[in-house]
T-cell receptor, first 113, second 116 residues
Framework: QKEVEQDPGPLSVPEGAIVSLNCTYS??????FMWYRQYSRKGPELLMY????GNKEDGRFTAQVDKSSKYISLFIRDSQPSDSATYLC?????????????FGTGTQLKVEL | DTEVTQTPKHLVMGMTNKKSLKCEQH?????MYWYKQKAKKPPELMFV???????INESVPSRFSPECPNSSLLNLHLHALQPEDSALYLC???????????????FGSGTQLSVL
């Protein structure tokens, strides 16, 4: 079993839809949770960064962390064609760990007109 | 300025060539990283430099040789690569060293490397 599981998709939605992207994990020591967006042949771009459980909102993006269920989500409201990209979840332990992020495999999202 | 700049954007090299990838950041970040990413896979950590010193080497083959000339620059020297080394090579930086709590990674756009 992988430490972080993420459905690779592809996920196709119409413009304006609410998108839900999810990751599950098995390592209860993970405390920092991130979502990166990666356009084709570009580097990942940090979208959301949360510590421990709870919700965080930034514009059209909401990140949720449920540590009891070992489950994190990214919601995108009013999705746009420009949101079409691969979304990677990433997480790491508190302190130490050499900043070795554990990434999910990424979910490919396509927002269609 | 939140930019990590990588050059070149594309590189094609033969198995006997020697080449270098370059990375630069001017955010005052104290940690810099090299990642390797194959198509449809997540990035894999290769090396970490903290305060210009190599702090992590993820058992990377010696044909990859990192160098950190100063706090803003990071190089990856390539020699005698194999076709399976073809990938997107990503540089990243973070404000704090890896053991810190504020270690948001900022990635460059990467160098797409093809080894023939």
């Amino acid at each position: 079993q992988k430490e972080v599981e993420q459905d690779p998709g592809p996920l196709s939605v119409p413009e304006g839809a609410i998108v839900s992207l999810n990751c599950t994990y098995s390592n209860s020591a993970f405390q920092y949770f991130m979502w990166y967006r990666q356009y084709s042949r570009k580097g990942p771009e940090l979208l959301m960064y949360t510590y421990s459980s709870g919700n965080k909102e930034d514009g059209r993006f909401t990140a949720q962390v449920d540590k009891s269920s070992k489950y994190i989500s990214l919601f995108i409201r009013d999705s746009q064609p420009s949101d079409s990209a691969t979304y990677l979840c990433a997480m790491r332990v508190l302190g130490g760990g050499g900043n070795k992020l554990t990434f999910g495999t990424g979910t490919q999202l396509k927002v269609e007109l | 300025d939140t930019e990590v700049t990588q050059t070149p954007k594309h590189l094609v090299m033969g198995m006997t060539n020697k080449k270098s990838l370059k990375c630069e950041q001017h955010m005052g970040h104290r940690a810099m990283y090299w990642y390797k990413q194959k198509a449809k896979k997540p990035p894999e950590l290769m090396f970490v430099y903290s305060y210009e010193k190599l702090s992590i080497n993820e058992s990377v083959p010696s044909r990859f040789s990192p160098e950190c000339p100063n706090s803003s620059l990071l190089n990856l020297h390539l020699h005698a690569l194999q076709p399976e080394d073809s990938a997107l090579y990503l540089c990243a930086s973070s404000q704090e060293p890896p053991t810190g709590s504020n270690e948001k990674l900022f990635f460059g756009s990467g160098t797409q490397l093809s080894v023939l």
